[in-house]
């Protein structure tokens, strides 16, 4: 019963996904159509599976905020409202698909080199780090059921608000619950509270299995994608590389947003780099939109994902105007595509909680840490900065196991892939990931607190936000082992050595 | 097709990614049994089970509390009880000046029915552990009648 909201999200997101992402991949003609030893597509499967949890139920956790303003009090409303928006969503693009899929069938050839035939080690290794930091989950979830700080006095917390219905959801966004924060978006919380209201009961065991959930789809949304756009032997590697930072295990299991932020950040960035990567596929731009504007409906942060997101795809459909030119469509359908949530997303800080948001005051910022001006020439406060990415670097692993290590080890004996180097995939991953952190270090520089005290309690999940592009910008970068191999020569019988032996010498007396 | 040799170093990452990752996975294991909790909530449950049922109907109640507000301490005590008393909203009483029924919160075995006349409130029950429910005193005017005593859901 407790993973019922679970499924029922995953069942809202499926059919969006795959009607926005239908077999994308096979119009870039250098993405493999296997997936290891496993027959079929099953890679895209597992990528419509990890990116349907995600959608689903931020489309249930806003469309359940959305009734409750109106007035509706129930978690079916909220669930029909979803399934009927993405029905139709899904009717509509199956109508439209037969003629552009026409277009985008795959070729029938297999592979351009087979497998490597260590996958099935590199899978093991995989389930291995995957079973391990669930295990280690567990058993931090075991001590510390309802999570951590941040669990219980903002996002549980106003779960229990929404789950209470009956104006008690009211509470979430009260300028009473200033203590904590009134002002920050409902969309994770009001999804907790509707995934309580279905079970009938509050119990710990919803915000885990919603925990665990957001950590399978994001390592499959990894996996998946990197496997999509390189190969399987890449996407086995990239998921122990992936969870290697102690984050992954312990911000998942302090059940912040930080996990549903980075989750739907690598979801809006992988269908992004799958639509760059088969020719800015309207479809996947159109997807794109609505992850990136939900990101802004889990965190604050989520405004800087949407921003990068929409100027990525912006520029490097601008890029691609020469031999695309209707180079605006894909932009526009991410603007389409993004601008409900994100205006309803301005409504709610800008008119619904003003007295609350941070953007609305300002006196007290500047009280604290002087004017915006001050703050960028206050060059200690790039010294704090570097202090604490250090000090975050330092913690999040061990020296031999380190994840910084990974990536270097992958990089260093697999190599760099130059032709890789110059697609569009890699330099829009780059690009995003480069305005990210910019981003990050803006706000840091310009927080109104001194950035030290701030970041030394924040920095740890804060990775978790962009870790994940980092690892795809890496995997999408390396060779693959099946770039390495090298033909062996066939054996040859004894009468074809006779006359290889006779024909070298002829060759050394120069005859032809 | 021609058979396929991999280079040494193919080995290698795959023998070194196994052993890393080997690694991690009994480091992450052993770090989540030496795991503590800091804030341990079966205390806060029991502390709050007999205040909990009396409120339950109400949006939104007072909270007065013992320590500084601008100290840690008040967060720490304030957020664990805001929890279990969910989905009821603990408002401080400095924003909630006529709040008709407040929870009180306290750290120091005190006269608590003292400290509620100072801010104009009586005290419904006392509940172990420092935990006070008080409502707001019948004032003198005609149309400011007592609150009832909130009944159990």
Request: proline letters at 8%.
């Amino acid at each position: 019963m407790d993973l019922l909201p679970i499924l029922l999200a995953i069942l809202a997101g499926l059919a969006p996904v795959a009607a926005l992402l239908p077999e994308t991949h096979v119009a870039n003609p250098e993405t493999p159509r296997r997936f290891g030893f496993l027959p079929g597509t099953p890679a895209l499967l597992l990528l419509w599976a990890s990116l349907a949890f995600p959608l689903g139920s931020s489309g249930i956790g806003l469309a359940n905020f959305a009734l409750l303003l109106a007035g509706i009090d129930s978690p079916w409303a909220a669930y029909g409202l979803v399934v009927a928006i993405s029905g139709t969503f899904w009717l509509l693009l199956i109508r439209r698909k037969q003629g552009r899929n026409a277009r985008l069938a795959p070729s029938s050839g297999p592979d351009a080199a087979p497998p490597f035939p260590l996958n099935w080690l590199l899978a093991l290794v995989a389930a291995l780090s995957v079973m391990a930091v669930l295990v280690a989950m567990a058993g931090i979830l075991a001590k510390s059921p309802h999570g951590a700080w941040d669990s219980w006095a903002i996002w549980s917390l106003r779960g229990k608000f929404f789950a209470a219905g009956n104006g008690f959801w009211r509470n979430a966004v009260d300028p009473g619950f200033h203590l904590s924060h009134p002002e920050y978006p409902v969309m994770f919380s009001s999804f907790l509270g509707w995934s309580w209201r279905l079970v009938g009961m509050e119990n710990v065991a919803v915000p885990q299995a919603v925990g665990y959930a957001f950590l399978l789809s994001l390592i499959g949304i990894v996996g998946a994608g990197i496997g999509l756009l390189r190969r399987a032997s890449l996407a086995w590697m990239s998921v122990p590389v992936l969870l290697t930072p102690i984050v992954m295990m312990t911000v998942p299991a302090s059940l912040y947003a930080d996990l549903p932020m980075g989750t739907l950040s690598a979801a809006a960035a992988m269908v992004l780099l799958l639509g760059i990567a088969s020719s800015l596929d309207v479809r996947c731009c159109a997807l794109t939109g609505i992850f990136a504007s939900f990101c802004v409906w889990i965190k604050e942060e989520g405004l800087l994902h949407l921003a990068v997101l929409g100027v990525v795809a912006l520029a490097f459909a601008w890029l691609a105007r020469q031999r695309e030119p209707q180079w605006w469509r894909p932009v526009a359908a991410f603007a389409v595509s993004a601008a409900p949530a994100s205006l309803f997303f301005a409504w709610f800080r800008f008119v619904f909680v003003p007295g609350a948001s941070r953007f609305a005051g300002g006196g007290g910022s500047s009280a604290t840490g002087g004017s915006l001006f001050d703050r960028v020439l206050d060059l200690s406060r790039y010294a704090e900065i570097a202090d604490q990415i250090w000090r975050m670097l330092a913690t999040i692993g061990g020296l031999l196991t380190h994840p910084l290590m990974f990536l270097a080890v992958v990089l260093l004996l697999l190599g760099i892939h130059r032709q890789r180097t110059k697609s569009p995939a890699f330099l829009a991953a780059c690009a995003m990931l480069a305005l990210l952190w910019a981003g990050y270090l803006v706000s840091f520089v310009l927080l109104s607190a001194r950035p030290g005290t701030v970041l030394a309690a924040s920095l740890h999940r804060l990775w978790v936000h962009t870790w994940p592009l980092l690892v795809v910008v890496v995997f999408l970068m390396t060779k693959t082992p099946e770039d390495l191999a090298i033909p062996v020569p066939a054996r040859l019988s004894r009468t074809e050595r006779k006359g290889a032996k006779a024909a070298r010498g002829r060759s050394r007396k120069g005859e032809v | 097709m021609a058979e396929l040799r991999y280079p040494a170093r193919v080995y290698l990452l795959v023998a070194l990614l196994g052993a890393m990752t080997l690694g991690y996975s009994l480091s992450r294991i052993a770090e989540a049994k030496e795991y503590q909790d800091a804030y341990p909530f079966r205390a806060q449950f029991a502390r709050l089970a007999g205040v909990k049922p009396l409120i339950a109907g109400e949006r939104q109640v007072g909270y007065l509390c013992d320590q500084d507000p601008r100290r840690q301490a008040y967060a720490r005590l304030y957020f664990p009880t805001q929890y279990v008393i969910a989905p009821t909203l603990l408002v401080p009483l400095e924003d909630a000046p006529s709040a008709k029924i407040v929870l009180g919160n306290f750290t120091r075995q005190e006269d608590y029915a003292a400290i509620g006349r100072k801010h104009g409130l009586e005290p419904v029950k006392e509940f172990p552990m420092g935990v006070v429910l008080y409502r707001r005193m019948a004032a003198p005017a005609p149309g400011n009648p007592v609150p009832a005593l909130p009944q159990p859901q």
